[in-house]
């Protein structure tokens, strides 16, 4: 498949033109054209999105939700004892903590507070959060498939706990295409936790295009060197020899074009020149010495060490000033089995003040209209210890059943807080919202309808909701 | 980041091979198409999702009368039928599909319908599952091969005619890049384009098909199928070895192996009567998935995934079906059942293996169980001699044993001196007192132990204190042992079953004197946790100490402490041991026992006998009043530490043994499959979940498909034997199939991941059949196959094309002119490598690490052995690309970006984008800048004296072809101001030389290298060099 039929393949696959390929075409011939020609106009967005783009700080290894956000005061005159069975329903457990002999009951150590207008209720451990409190819409009636980072991860990402699936970001990019002509449409940041510095690894299949054309796949920056791979020339060859090259390049090219015909070596001449200017555009977009010392402060003062999550908090506005479609951070080191108390206190100081200081920074930029944040992880966290439970520390296990994140941004319910989990934090009580229908509310507001953006692979429309999820109004202004 | 085509592309889109408006409709052409789309979803071979009883694959039940007493389709009368009702109704809650299917049927595509049921409505089964035919090839003048009569048969129906031949230079550049994935070298080119003869072609073909790189290159791809990598892939991510699958793969395809034979090896080789190692090593195609080893897992899960994966790459790579449609459920479009999925699961389920990887190894890497160790010739005659003199040695001990009580009744008189006799042993260490620091329970077993119980302090310090043995002491042993009342019936208080000795200090308190710190010299054990080597113990600076594999490992160990001064008898004096647990919380040793030597240094061993004071009371037993016990127990203990002839026979037979494992240790191992003794039970998983199981399966193949052949066993063998029986209507189409695609850019069906019912229709059905046909007639001969598509005029045609020929076939299916299209990323880094002089060739062996990013493992991962990548010194930068080493969860960058799967699963066609990173890659990474450096040293040295003979070099080396006077003129100007510039910046000059690891070529003078190296580098980025054309 040459780049011309890939990209008509896209825009077949897209459902622009008709649902089948030139087999179907072959039999239809000039009247279906005509046909085509009438769908050609961009089916996408469906409607008016609400955000331009998305940044989604992703908190990987699974934030544990009745310390941060789903206050659980009562479990207090419960602690040490065991958890109901009424409560656990039998529901399995991963094989860290099926062996235990007791579940006991451990309540989070830290305090709740009310904050803003909306009084919405956060823990002390996002002070800086709490700060934007009327900014968010909360939701504590997560719920996924799940019980194992890497299965969970994937899913929240591409609709399917196995490989193979695109990623969000890349479903984005396909359907709603770029935005700029010098950047990629899909990028990723990646930081480690202090909270637990060795955990959990990231893999490359989480920005992933699946079975997407490549050209999708989001584009991880790396932390140090070159942020885009290979972005800078050999030392010993500046810029100006580099044009000269290219001139050359292009010279030779257009000459074979004009023999060969191949619409394709036009493409690869575009190809060069859209590099160069990325050799121009990347280092401007990671510049930040000229951002004020006001807006620094913003974000705390891991800002200045390159490859922390508050530096790819401040990265994330830049790459949402330049019209990024999809930008998502990963933040490691989420994932408590012992210790919680500490480490989880090491998560916040990464990531309270860096957060907070991102949508301020978007807010008075006016960004915040059209961008939608998104902070979460995969699973939830257990309300009984794993280890021992003490005055001043436990551990939590994996808990899909629920867990909670927050929205903010662009066409978000803000100043809301949505469904309910039960006293032990085990079971929703009210308003889940599964990952698909997460997923099918981002899209949502990026103006797309989740069961109309498929790709044929394999004889199947795929979507990134696979056959489910619904978009969840509760959440949306 | 995606370039944009203008909307003027659709219009390109033409119609090819259509139902001309007076031609019949063929319902497998143009009706399949639109009903498998649209309407099978809900009315088709799912009998659980059917909606109204309607089914419409098959026709005998579309004519029934329907359950709301209308008709689907009453042939002959359209306008009865309710089908074309309710796709052309204007009701929106009659109207099919439903609006939410977002699946609306065009004008067009009712038209068709309604022509269809006008002609009868007439079925045809769904061509790939028909039984392959070779049709008649059709006499087309000028076409002298079936290839080229199909072809043109079709162009002259389209009013086309084929292109001319493509110069000699370009079909050289070609056919090598397709058939080696190398580029020709000028040499090969000028005699090619010298050699007139009519055979020069097919000359060439076959010297391409006989070299060793056509084995490499064709592996490749099965790679891409097999979903071959060096990783386990999943969280931890760490390594495997699978290589000797991989080099298996490129020896079959060099020995052309034929496709029956590659099939069956690899499908059940370890099933063949006598099986050769070659033949086992094959089955590692199905034990290339990814094996999960994060915490928490639960085992089951993932041995069904497992096992599920093999099922799916298996029928994606053979028979082109997307059967993973039916681990939930019926499939949707394809007469294939929930039930034929787990039949085919059952074939698969039956291998001794776990599904996960258990504990250390999870880390640490290695190949999980079934595997083999594999040995070339060489290794096996040396494993053979290794083995003769392990059994001679056994021979031996035998023969010295029969003096055995003789021996030990010589010795018994000389045993008081316990100094003198048994050097080695170890005495037990009589306690007065042992206590745990922070309260734990430390009990006295009947064998001298003692076992920790009570609580388990976090950071426990053990306190041993002893009196000074009579002989002094010169080094201490500690034994730990398993034990029933620790966590996981292991050897440590750790829940998981481990522990962790951070410490064990030494003090010597005189009479009166205060205790006396002693230096731990050094520190051995029968076994180490990777990453807690007993060594830690000793070196302060480790941080951690001395682990077990608590977790996985349950049996006893032993370390021994030497003292780096020996200390004498003395009186009164006191031993005072102190085992500290300081490295982790809550890793504290569950059962211990601690014995003393005072022999040399030298001569102490840490696998020394622990009974001395046991041995002396049965030795003042009479002789004739001991128990067969005591007397075996004296007997072992003589042998163990008492020099003798046969002590000596023993050493030697130790000696041979331990050789011989040393050896096999350095071979290498490969996964493989093995059946188990009894084959596990299979079962429908509802929903495709592990944990629920419906109706019990047996081995059976998909129901619609021929049978398995008469006489095939039901296992595996019997599946790779149906597999490839000539009634199997995929496994042959498929192929062939693939092979054109490899050609052409596009199968001639075009989805050639997917020959089911949602398949395009094939543009040239007659010829994929006839491919099909010949292929299993040549006798599955694969270089057969490739040399009958190479040698077809239209396979040679020049791919040059006009606006016109663009607008009309954009993809070129019709085939009126030569395939393009850019090379996959492996051949670019390949033939980089080539053209730069840089290539290593050899073949095979362990993957090795070419340059890559720095920190290329390590951003997103601090888990697993694969960890700090390093590029290898010298070779391992210049090897092909298919020997690169493959982590699945951070894949080799360069080639991601050129559109290579992560290899988490099977992938059997690959995107092919253009994206600006390729081009930084290309432009940018130290590969291809040493590489162009590479190519401007030949310019230098081979091209001749001046500019001009060496650019038309460099052209003719990355092109195949002869620099144009324009072109040349561009060139050498850009090539004469750069020499200029680097003239006057010989630093900068210097720096570019200097990029990668060989060293510029001595003799040429630094500022004109690197000048020539940026021209290079224009050469190697050209859109005709990146391309196959």
């Known amino acids: ?477 | 980041m995606i370039l944009r085509p203008p909307t003027y592309l659709f219009l390109l889109l033409i119609s090819l091979a259509s139902a001309g408006a007076a031609e019949r409709v063929q319902f497998n052409r143009d009706v399949r198409p639109i009903l498998s789309d649209k309407c099978f979803h809900c009315h088709g071979p799912d009998d659980k999702k059917r909606e109204a009883g309607l089914r419409l694959d098959v026709r005998a039940e579309a004519l029934k009368k329907g359950e709301s007493g209308s008709t689907a389709i009453v042939p002959g009368k359209p306008d009865l039928s309710a089908v074309i009702e309710r796709i052309t109704t204007t009701s929106t809650d009659d109207i099919m599909p439903p609006a939410k299917m977002h699946k609306a049927v065009t004008k067009a595509e009712i038209e068709l319908l309604q022509r269809w049921i006008a002609e009868g409505a007439e079925y045809q089964g769904h061509w790939a599952f028909e039984p392959v035919r070779a049709p008649q090839v059709p006499q087309v003048a000028g076409a002298a091969m079936p290839v080229d009569a199909f072809i043109r048969q079709q162009l002259q129906k389209q009013g086309l005619a084929p292109s001319p031949e493509a110069d000699k230079a370009t079909l050289i550049r070609r056919v090598t890049l397709d058939l080696v994935g190398l580029p020709p070298t000028p040499e090969d080119v000028r005699a090619f384009v010298a050699d007139t003869s009519p055979q020069a072609f097919e000359a060439l073909v076959d010297r391409l098909l006989a070299s060793q790189q056509y084995g490499e290159h064709m592996a490749r791809q099965w790679l891409d199928f097999a979903r071959f990598a060096d990783s386990n892939g999943f969280q931890t991510d760490s390594s495997r070895s699978m290589w000797p699958w991989r080099d298996w793969v490129i020896r079959a395809f060099n020995d052309n192996l034929p496709y029956d034979q590659f099939t069956v090896q690899q499908i059940a080789g370890d099933l063949l009567p006598n099986a050769a190692q070659d033949q086992v090593i094959a089955t590692g195609f199905n034990r290339n998935h990814r094996i999960n080893g994060e915490g928490g897992i639960i085992a089951e899960e993932w041995r069904i995934e497992n096992i599920i994966d093999r099922v799916e790459t298996t029928s994606f790579t053979w028979l082109g079906l997307t059967l993973n449609c039916c681990r939930c459920h019926d499939h949707k479009y394809d007469p294939f059942t929930q039930k034929d999925f787990y039949s085919l699961f059952a074939f698969f389920n039956n291998v001794e293996e776990s599904g996960t990887i258990q504990g250390a190894s999870n880390r640490s890497g290695g190949n999980s169980v079934p595997f083999l160790k594999v040995t070339s010739a060489e290794q096996k005659a040396k494993l053979d001699a290794l083995q003769a003199a392990a059994n001679a040695a056994t021979k031996a001990v035998r023969t010295a044993e029969k003096d055995l009580p003789k021996l030990v009744a010589a010795w018994e008189p000389t045993l008081a001196d316990s100094k003198q006799v048994a050097k080695s042993a170890w005495q037990r260490l009589e306690p007065e007192s042992v206590t745990s620091k922070f309260g734990a329970t430390l009990t006295r077993q009947a064998d001298g132990s003692y076992l920790a119980g009570g609580k388990n302090p976090p950071k426990d310090v053990y306190v041993f204190d002893a009196a000074m043995p009579a002989d002094g002491a010169s080094a201490f042993l500690l034994e730990c042992f398993p034990d029933p009342s620790l966590p996981n019936q292991s050897l440590g208080r750790h829940p998981n079953g481990n522990f962790v000795l951070s410490d064990f200090d030494v003090f010597v308190q005189k009479p009166g004197g205060k205790p006396e710190k002693q230096v731990v010299a050094k520190a051995s054990a029968d076994y180490s946790q990777k990453g807690y080597e007993i060594g830690g113990v000793v070196d302060k600076k480790s941080g951690r100490g001395w682990a077990i594999d608590g977790p996985t490992k349950r049996d006893p160990r032993r370390a021994m402490f030497v003292l780096k001064t020996p200390l004498p008898p003395q009186a009164g004096a006191k031993l005072l041991l102190r085992l500290r647990h300081e490295a982790i919380t809550s890793h504290n040793i569950g059962r211990f026992r601690l014995s003393w030597a005072a022999a040399d240094a030298g001569e102490v061993k840490l696998d020394g006998d622990t009974s001395l004071a046991e041995i002396k009371l049965i030795a003042a037993i009479p002789a004739a009043k001991r128990t067969p016990d005591q007397v075996k127990r004296l007997h072992t203990f003589f042998r163990a530490n008492v020099e003798s002839p046969l002590r000596a026979a023993d050493q030697a037979l130790a000696a041979a043994s331990s050789a011989l494992t040393t050896f096999e240790d350095t071979l290498p191992t490969t996964m493989v499959m093995k059946e188990a003794a009894t084959p596990r039970d299979a079962f429908v998983l509802t929903r495709g979940e592990y944990d629920k199981p419906a109706a019990k399966v047996t081995m059976a193949t998909p129901a619609v498909l021929p049978p398995m052949p008469k006489g095939a066993p039901l296992n595996r063998l019997g599946l790779a034997q149906w597999l490839v029986a000539p009634e199997n209507p995929l496994t042959a189409r498929v192929w062939v199939n693939r092979a054109w695609e490899r050609f052409f850019g596009n199968g001639l069906c075009k989805t050639t991941e997917n020959l089911g019912s949602q398949a395009e229709y094939p543009l040239h059905p007659e010829l994929l059949d006839w491919l099909a046909a010949e292929f299993m007639r040549s006798g599955w001969d694969m270089k057969a196959m490739m040399k009958l598509i190479v040698m077809s005029q239209t396979y040679r045609q020049s791919s040059a094309v006009t606006p016109a020929m663009v607008a009309m076939d954009p993809e070129n299916r019709l085939l009126a002119r030569g395939p393009r299209f850019r090379l996959t990323g492996e051949v670019v880094r390949d033939q980089a490598l080539a053209l730069g002089g840089l290539l290593v060739p050899k073949i095979g062996g362990p993957s090795v690490r070419p340059y890559m990013p720095e920190g290329v493992w390590d951003e997103t991962s601090k888990y697993g052995d694969l960890r700090g990548y390093k590029a290898d010194a010298g070779d391992g930068l210049y090897r092909r690309t298919l020997y690169t080493i493959w982590k699945r969860t951070a894949a080799p960058p360069t080639m991601m970006l050129f559109d290579a799967p992560t290899r988490e699963i099977c992938t059997v066609k690959r995107s092919r984008t253009n994206t600006p990173l390729q081009a930084l890659a290309l432009l940018n990474e130290v590969t291809f800048v040493e590489a162009a450096r590479g190519l401007a040293q030949l310019m230098i040295q081979k091209g001749g004296t001046t500019p001009e003979e060496r650019l038309r070099y460099g052209y003719l080396r990355a092109t195949s072809h002869e620099l144009e006077p324009a072109a040349m003129a561009v060139l050498l100007k850009g090539l004469k101001e750069r020499l200029a510039w680097y003239a006057a910046h010989p630093e900068d000059a210097t720096k570019l030389v200097s990029q990668g690891q060989s060293k510029p070529a001595e003799g040429i003078a630094v500022p004109e290298l690197a000048a020539y190296c940026t021209t290079a580098s224009v050469l190697m980025n050209l859109d005709r060099v990146v391309t196959r054309q």
């Not at chain 1, 958890?83 to 830290?110: E, H």
């Open chain 1, 1 to 477: 498949m040459n780049a011309t039929s890939l990209r008509l393949q896209d825009h077949l696959n897209r459902r622009i033109f008709m649902g089948r390929s030139t087999a179907a075409l072959s039999s239809i011939a000039m009247a279906s054209l005509m046909e085509g020609r009438a769908q050609a106009a961009p089916v996408f967005p469906n409607f008016a999105p609400k955000a331009k783009r998305v940044i989604y700080l992703f908190q990987s290894g699974a934030p544990s939700q009745m310390d941060l956000f789903d206050p659980k005061p009562q479990m207090e005159k419960y602690r040490g004892q065991d958890l109901p069975a009424s409560i656990r329903q039998g529901q399995r457990l991963t094989t860290m903590t099926s062996g235990q002999k007791s579940f006991p009951v451990a309540p989070s150590m830290f305090k709740f507070n009310r904050h803003g207008k909306s009084g919405t209720v956060l823990s002390e451990l996002m002070p800086y959060i709490g700060t934007v409190a009327d900014e968010l819409c909360v939701v504590r009636s997560m719920f996924t498939e799940a019980i194992n980072h890497d299965p969970a991860i994937t899913f929240c990402q591409t609709g399917s706990q196995l490989a193979g699936r695109p990623s969000i970001g890349s479903w984005l990019g396909y359907g709603l295409g770029s935005m700029n002509q010098d950047l990629p449409a899909y990028v990723v940041l990646t930081s480690f936790g202090t909270g637990r510095k060795e955990d959990q690894p990231l893999y490359d299949r989480l920005w992933s295009s699946g079975f997407l054309p490549t050209q999708h796949q989001g584009v991880k920056f790396r932390n140090a060197g070159d942020p885009v791979l290979y972005l800078s020339n050999p030392e010993g060859l500046n810029r100006g020899l580099r044009r000269q090259m290219l001139d050359e390049l292009s010279a030779l090219n257009e000459a074979d074009h004009a023999q060969g015909g191949d619409p394709e070596t036009l493409t690869r001449i575009a190809q060069y020149e859209m590099a160069f200017r990325m050799q121009t555009s990347v280092p401007d977009l990671v510049d930040t010495s000229k951002e004020s010392q006001a807006v620094l402060d913003m974000y705390g003062p891991d800002v200045h060490k390159p490859g922390t999550y508050a530096a790819n908090c401040l990265l994330a506005r830049r790459l949402a000033e330049r019209d990024v479609r999809c930008i998502q951070l990963f933040h490691m080191g989420w994932d408590h089995h012992g210790g919680l108390p500490n480490a989880i206190r090491g998560q916040c100081s990464d990531t309270d003040q860096a957060t907070a200081g991102l949508i301020k920074d978007l807010k008075q930029r006016g960004l915040l209209d059209d961008t939608l944040i998104v902070w979460g992880g995969e699973f939830g966290r257990t309300i009984y210890s794993q280890g021992t439970l003490t005055e001043t520390n436990y551990g939590r296990d994996h808990h899909p059943r629920c867990f909670s994140l927050f929205l903010a941004g662009a066409g978000v319910n803000k100043g809301t807080t949505y469904g309910e989990t039960d006293d032990y934090c085990y079971n929703i009580v009210r308003d889940g919202v599964h990952v698909h229908d997460l997923n099918a509310t981002i899209m949502h507001l990026m103006g797309v309808d989740h069961e109309r953006l498929t790709y044929r692979f394999q004889g199947r429309d795929y979507r990134l909701t696979d056959i489910h999820g619904t978009v969840v109004k509760g959440l949306l202004a």
